[in-house]
């Protein structure tokens, strides 16, 4: 017989005012019954911050909801001996699973009439008076004698539980990817030129051109180059011209002379 279930996997709701609720989830499939309570705190602003410990907790360390509420409390109050901070002001919740970590949780005063920026105000000083005591190793506990554990601050900026930034953040993740990516094509393309077809004919088609161009060049240093000086000046044309008017007058005179002085010869 399977269990009827009456809750799809979520459900909403909206608490009217702040401060701690407790939350009871019970489950019921025949006569067993199981049930598990948790308390809430609802609040309109606070801060958290990641919290981290030294290697030897995770040594002792049974991952159960039980020891994980009471390492939350240890540390709860070695925060509050420390800084003299209201310990209605804090909380602290140990997550589940290895290496050990928490959230520190900064409530804003209790019953507090003041308006959100004062309260803002108000929280600052606190967030700094624990980031004091936290990166000078301040706030320790001694787990069992012989074993001293000490908290870590395991980012350098705290932010509320909502980030109004996700969007830029994402956009600049974009951009970045996008940069990567066009790094990577360019260095692939360069690598691996000699292995694509389009890029090899272009470059012999270049190689040609240049090796055209080169020879074109050479032809023409290679060709008798012809100045000025070897053209004949116009008045040497000239002189040339009526020598050779001068010899053919010449020598017509002198066949036609020739042809005067040889004798008929006539038969008797």
Known sequence: MEPLITLDSS?????????????????????????????????????????????????????????????????????????????????????????????????????????????????????????????????????????????????????PLVDSSAGRSSSAMLMLLSVVFVGLAVFLIYKFKRKIPWINIYAQVQHDKEQEMIGSVSQSENAPKITLSDFTEPEELLDKELDTRVIGGIAAIANSESTKEIPNCTSV
């Open 11 to 159: 459900i909403s709701f909206t608490f009217l005012a702040e401060g701690t609720n407790t939350i009871t989830v019970q489950v019921a499939a025949g006569n067993a019954l199981i049930q598990d309570t948790k308390d809430i705190a609802v609040h309109e602003y606070f801060q958290s911050q990641l919290l981290s410990f030294s290697p030897n907790l995770d040594y002792h360390n049974p991952d159960i909801p039980e020891w994980r509420q009471d390492i939350g409390n240890v540390i709860k109050r070695a925060l509050v001996k420390v800084t003299s901070v209201p310990e209605d002001q804090i909380l602290v919740a140990v997550f589940p699973g290895l290496p050990t970590s928490a959230e520190l949780f900064i409530l804003p005063p209790k019953n507090s009439t003041e308006r959100r920026k004062g309260n803002e105000g108000d929280l600052e000083q606190i967030v700094e008076m624990l980031f004091n005591a936290l990166n000078q190793n301040l706030v320790q506990f001694e787990l069992k004698p012989g074993v001293q554990v000490i908290v870590y601050v395991t980012q350098l900026t705290l932010a």
